[in-house]
């Protein structure tokens, strides 16, 4: 049997950093498999979902690397939901309810006063056609519950949480239709869960009640469950989800210089047994990837740690992959030796101004003589062969300075900076003119 995931954002927004981890466990895990990843739409609510989102869910995901093998819309499938809808109403799996929210709110509130839990009664099974037709007739319209099955427990086999109760006669039968005809979450996704053949769904814990209603749905219909994994959510560093966290998503991770292969990396690991490591590859992700390494406690999430782990995805960074970002005339050897210092690629536009000048350096009275002397000997150098050593070396030799007070001064001069990239790498393209005349007004 081929494996089928499936990511299934609502457009009614952009992703933020749980839906981007929602999605990668699901392509990984397709890819891993030698199975298809399907990107659906559920845009069921036509209120409030819009286009502009849908085109960003699939930026989004080019930008992560995480391409759909398939797309799939819901809005496009309302006669496949009507069909399934009619079968089980006339099974008797779906059936009318009349109450108004204020009602079921007063309801709820009741039974919560009385330290009962909220389980709707299941009023609307019992009016009689008389009463249904009396309700319709002052134009109450229903909105429609699935009917569950009290007889035996719901049951899995979680691949993350392990074995999974849950007693239906504890929870409530859950609306899936409005009373305008919208539908609600629950059964749309089960009915395309069969008819796409999604064969397993991954996604997070607070879904796990859905997961024990959604089985009956499939049950109902005749078809077997998808395998299911419920993955532990992210809490922020301060130990739970902040506003913050909520809403970061690829626009902001991309105004901090976040490459998409820094997400990925830290993402596919947390909340796993293995560590966090600074792969620029997918390859090692998919093959490691494996759901027994999954624990249950919270994965949390650090920007921080985000942030370190970007810098060292840059420093393995080839030219090829950047150089479109860079500035206009640096070239492989500017790239490979600012590439150390840099934690976001947009950082290259400093020392290309520093390689490039002019530069600013901060005034070396005690030092001048020096560096004149420096001037004089570096332009007297074979600057095809190592310009740096030979510069300090011949210096070191003749004033007898080692150390902080031999190299910091040169690289004062040279670049207006205090650290920076090795001066070894750095001075060839700075130039011998360049280099001179930068000396020589120290």
């Known amino acids: 049997m081929k494996v089928i995931t499936r990511f299934a954002p609502s457009p009614t927004g952009t992703l933020h950093i749980g839906n981007i981890r929602t999605a990668l466990f699901n392509w990984l895990f397709a890819r891993a498999q030698g199975g298809a990843f399907l990107l659906r739409i ?132 859950p609306v899936i239709r ?73 626009e902001a991770l991309q105004e901090a210089g976040i490459e998409p292969q820094a997400v990925r990396a830290l993402l596919a690991r947390l909340g796993t047994s293995d560590p966090v490591e600074p792969f620029v590859e997918m390859a090692p992700l998919i093959a490691a990837f494996d759901f027994s390494r999954f624990g249950r406690a919270p994965a949390r999430f650090d920007e921080g740690e985000l942030a370190q782990l970007n810098a060292r995805i840059i420093h393995q960074l080839p030219f090829a992959a950047v150089a479109e970002r860079l500035p206009a005339g640096m070239g492989a050897d500017a790239w490979e030796a600012i590439r150390p210092n840099l934690t976001r690629i947009e950082e290259a536009g400093d020392w290309w101004g520093v390689i490039e000048g002019p530069i600013a350096a901060p005034p070396a009275a005690e030092d001048a003589d020096f560096l004149a002397r420096a001037a004089t000997v570096a332009a007297g150098l074979d600057w095809a062969a190592d310009p740096w050593h030979a510069l300090t070396n011949a210096l070191k030799a003749e004033t007898g300075r080692k150390g902080k007070a031999l190299f910091l001064p040169l690289r004062r001069a040279l670049t207006g900076r205090d650290h920076g990239p090795d001066m070894a790498a750095l001075l060839p393209l700075i130039g011998r003119d360049r280099a001179v005349a930068r000396l020589r007004a120290r």
């Open 178 to 250: 409005r009373a305008d005809g919208s539908w609600l979450y629950m059964l749309p996704s089960a009915i395309d869960d069969v008819e796409l053949g999604i064969t397993h769904v991954v996604r997070g814990e607070d879904h796990v009640s859905n997961t024990a209603l959604q089985i009956q749905m499939f049950q109902a219909m005749g078809a077997a469950p998808p395998a299911f994994a419920h993955a532990a959510l992210l809490t922020g560093a301060e130990g739970k989800l902040s506003k913050r966290l909520g809403s970061l998503g690829v």
């Open 42 to 173: 559920d845009d069921t609510d036509a209120a409030r979902s819009e286009e502009r989102f849908v085109e960003a869910i699939r930026a989004d995901l080019a930008w992560l690397g995480l391409a759909p093998d398939e797309e799939a819309r819901q809005s496009a499938r309302f006669d496949r939901y009507q069909a399934r809808f009619d079968a089980l109403v006339a099974a008797g799996r779906i059936y009318p309810a009349y109450e108004t929210q204020a009602e079921l709110d007063l309801k709820r509130k009741v039974l919560l006063g009385r330290g009962l839990p909220p389980v709707y009664d299941r009023a609307a099974l019992k009016l009689t056609d008389a009463e249904r037709g009396q309700l319709e007739a002052e134009g109450v319209k229903p909105h429609w519950r699935f009917k569950l099955d009290h007889a035996a427990p719901v049951e899995w086999h979680d691949l993350i949480r392990g074995p999974q109760h849950f007693e239906p006669a504890t929870m409530s039968d």
